[in-house]
């Protein structure tokens, strides 16, 4: 594996800016999210830019703001080099370049994220987000920072219907959320077609990453046929899954607090009282928050309620991650 390699590099302000008016729509698109979630005005804001369109809109955008006296963030630009193919460095360069024009502090990370796959026993996808999120982090730590990603509503819809795929229940159906920890996600409410829009009106340049393309991966599918049909078949198909996906996030946390509430009246010591057990759906909810991380399978959750319910006792249940539940007398112990 290649050793991560992290390089901090500052430039001085340029001497020649873009007009700051061309970059308004970009400008107004961040402001518009940055207040919905009621990002200070003075905050200090790590921008992970990868280069492509949705990330140089956010670069932009934010720096517009700033240079517009709109916003005192204090800005730093991270990128980190995937090392998954030959023109990798060229991004990184690039945005090092569009950083240093904006007189922004750069961070840049070199990371084998194949390398890190196999060891990981990761897929390429998650081996790569758990990079990049664990450098963005790094960074933000060092400087007291939030982390702002360029997510889109494209991205946020495409993320529901690849959990759809996979069979996830209404947890999965939450798509992004627009802040989450220390990231905040300014243009989750964007489209991305207006964002690259907007890019190209302001003449600002953008590289696209020819992984994107790649029918290899379940999200290109996604995007480049099974969106833009439900598009064709209903316009408005992504701001409609943005608003089933809003529902479900609150339907799922009601649901989490009905099941914390059911969980404290059953708690005896270290132990669950299932004498009387509830409805299976609001079951599972009780036992996914007495069990934590990392959280079981269905089938194990189903397994431990199966032995709770049933009429023999004394029995132990693997529920993953080094942790088991033992049942007795219909009451339920988990051991870590």
Known sequence: MLADVCIPRTRPPPTR?????????????????????????????????????????????????????????????????????????????????????????????????????????????????????????????????????????????ETVLLNLLRG?????????????????RPLIGERRAALRAALDAADVAYRDDPSNENPAYLRNCVRHELLPLMERLRAGAVDAIARFSAIAAADDALLDE?????????????????RDPPPRALGRRVLRIAIGQPTPSLERLDALLDAAEGERGGLRVELGGKITASVLHRRIRVDR
């Not at 200090?44 to 809109?57: C, I």
């Not at 159906?173 to 627009?178: A, E, L, T």
């Open 258 to 274: 009905l099941a914390a509430a059911e969980l404290a009246r059953r708690r005896d010591g270290d132990e669950i009282d299932w």
């Open 17 to 157: 800016r873009m007009r700051v008016d061309q970059l308004t729509p970009l400008g107004d698109a961040v402001r518009h999210g940055a207040d919905s979630m009621r990002i200070p005005s003075d905050a200090a804001l790590v921008l992970a830019v990868s280069g492509g369109a949705d990330s140089m809109a956010l670069l932009h955008g934010a720096a517009q703001l700033v240079q517009s006296s709109a916003r005192q963030w204090r800005l730093s630009v991270a990128h980190l080099d995937h090392a998954l193919r030959p023109g990798s460095a060229d991004d990184a360069t690039f945005v090092e370049d569009a950083a240093g024009r904006l007189g922004l502090p750069f961070t840049l990370r070199r990371t084998d994220v194949a390398a890190l796959a196999r060891a990981e026993g990761r897929s390429i996808e998650d081996a790569g987000r758990e990079a990049r999120y664990r450098f963005l982090n790094e960074v933000a730590a060092e400087e007291a920072a939030s982390i702002a990603t360029a997510h889109t509503a494209d991205d946020a819809a």
């Open 168 to 184: 996830a229940g209404p947890a999965g159906v939450h798509g992004i959320p627009q802040r989450r920890g220390r990231i905040v």
